[in-house]
Nanobody, 124 residues
């Protein structure tokens, strides 16, 4: 069964750090593009990061590129979102997703398989 499970969310003060995990089952993450998205209350879902198959490329949104990073652990079959210098505006439900029918490139991925999300709250 294909599944993505996010974890690692929580509450943190501004300026703090969190690392989110996206654990996959039923497929090998290294063969596919994995994206991270977030959705804040009342706002549209926003893609913030992607890592292509075989780690050939990574992409980060302008809003996070100087604070967040994305990495993959093939042994764990997981992808991570490393978040530093968090701001209150980073508060959102964070999702990972993949395109199992695609060729593994972030630029052409059609993300159709999603996890359930993990909440990140940044406040003092």
């Amino acid at each position: 069964q294909v599944q993505l499970v996010e974890s690692g969310g929580g509450s943190v003060q501004p300026g703090g750090s969190l690392s989110l995990s996206c654990a996959a089952s039923g497929f090998t993450t290294n063969h596919y593009a994995i994206g991270w998205f977030r959705q804040a209350p009342g706002k549209e879902r926003e893609q913030i990061a992607c890592i292509a198959h075989s780690d050939l490329s990574v992409w980060l949104a302008d809003s996070v590129e100087d604070r967040f990073g994305i990495s993959r652990d093939n042994a764990m079959n997981a992808v991570y979102l490393h978040m530093n210098r968090l701001k209150p505006e980073d508060t959102a439900l964070y999702f990972c997703a993949t395109d199992l029918g695609g060729r593994g490139a972030c630029s052409t991925a059609d993300f159709t398989t999603w996890g359930q999300g993990t909440q990140v709250t940044v406040s003092s």
